[in-house]
């Protein structure tokens, strides 16, 4: 099924840390990170938030953005050397990054500097032990061939330019994996990621997926690829239980030509060329399905034989009589909206 994300809740520029606070909301299953958008707002406060990093896990980070027509001075990260979870984002620039060497206990890095100064930052040796990484290169090519040597990592977003991204090839134990804007290149070395349960590709452009062979993937979200239109070999997916499919101008069609017996939920949404969703038979356990702004015609849809386990049905056009005589008909035939 779809990943489930734990919620974030973000402390802005603190004057003081609310402990008791803090340790309530790890307590009921959140992430906590405390942020800072200048220098003014840390001078100060750094060492306590280093304290709470040594005796909380990390699901308590640090995050530094903004530093709005200043460089992010690496070397402030001297101060937190027990951060485990370190958010490096929204930034235009930075500098010394390669302190991030001294960060022996980060087990998380979200980086996104617009401006990054070292192609090579994965190089590092300190961040062969992250579990979760984010990274998006939006000027420097980024080298993804250190990728070789990072035997811990199970979650990966991955996005912009970049080069050797066929070294995620080597991450085994990778669970999830989002590429973000990265254009055209083959994705072949998906058949290597034997542990893959979650797969995101956003954005960037591609005609299709079928370098991807048999697999045992769980979740599969396509949103707003530019030129996609294949989508042919999607029962090649056959552990699937959630497929979202978003912003697709040009898939006209999405057939299930043999069972796919764990496949649970479908989104698709925004395909304003598709016209023909078929094969629903061969989907047993199908409970949810939502298609919206689609050019699928309700009346012929509905005609098919649809799963019996289908309870949660939405259908929409974006035209409001139109979508009040759908909700209607299926009112009618015992389905439920959708429920978020």
């Known amino acids: 099924m779809r990943k489930k994300w734990k919620r974030k809740i973000l402390i802005n520029n603190p004057l003081a840390l609310d402990r008791i606070r803090i340790k309530q909301d790890l307590r009921d299953g959140n992430q906590v990170i405390v942020q800072f958008s200048h220098p003014d707002f840390y001078v100060s406060i750094l060492e306590e938030v280093d304290e709470l990093c040594a005796r909380l896990d990390e699901n308590f980070g640090v995050r530094f953005y903004g530093h709005y027509s200043l460089s992010f001075d690496g070397r402030t990260l001297l101060r937190i050397p027990h951060v485990k979870m370190l958010h490096l984002n929204s930034l235009v620039q930075a500098h010394n990054t390669e302190t991030l060497a001294s960060l022996e206990h980060l087990h998380s890095l979200h980086l996104g500097i617009h401006e990054l100064e070292n192609s090579d930052i994965l190089g590092i040796d300190s961040l062969r032990s992250l579990r979760d990484l984010v990274m998006i290169s939006d000027k420097k090519m980024l ?9 811990h990592l199970e979650h ?17 134990g990778l669970n999830y994996l989002a590429l973000h804007s990265i254009s055209k290149i083959p994705l072949h070395f998906i058949n290597r990621l034997k542990k893959l349960k979650h797969l995101r590709i956003l954005l960037g452009g591609r005609e299709h997926i079928q370098e991807i062979e048999e697999n045992a993937l ?7 690829i530019r030129g996609f ?32 017996e764990a496949l649970k939920e479908i989104t698709v949404s925004n395909c304003k060329g598709l016209a023909r969703l078929s094969g629903m038979e061969r989907l047993p356990s199908l409970r949810k399905l939502r298609i919206f702004k689609t050019a699928i015609d309700f009346d012929s849809f509905i005609q098919q034989n649809l799963p019996s386990a289908l309870s949660e049905l939405e259908f929409t056009t974006s035209k409001s009589k139109v979508d009040q005589e759908i909700q209607d008909s299926l009112y009618k035939l015992g389905f439920q909206k959708w429920r978020i």
């Not at 080298?143 to 035997?151: G, P, R, V």
Request: charged share 30%; proline share 0%; aromatic share 10%.
């Open 143 to 151: 080298d993804l061939q250190y990728f070789k040597n990072f035997s």
């Open 156 to 172: 990966l977003h991955v996005g912009g330019k970049v080069k050797n991204l066929d070294a995620i090839g080597y991450l085994e």
């Open 218 to 224: 769980d979740d599969l979200e396509i949103v707003r």
């Open 229 to 260: 239109h294949d989508l042919s070999n999607i029962t090649k997916f056959r552990a699937l239980t959630s497929l979202t499919i978003e912003d697709q101008a040009q898939l006209r069609e999405i057939g299930f030509d043999r069972g796919m």
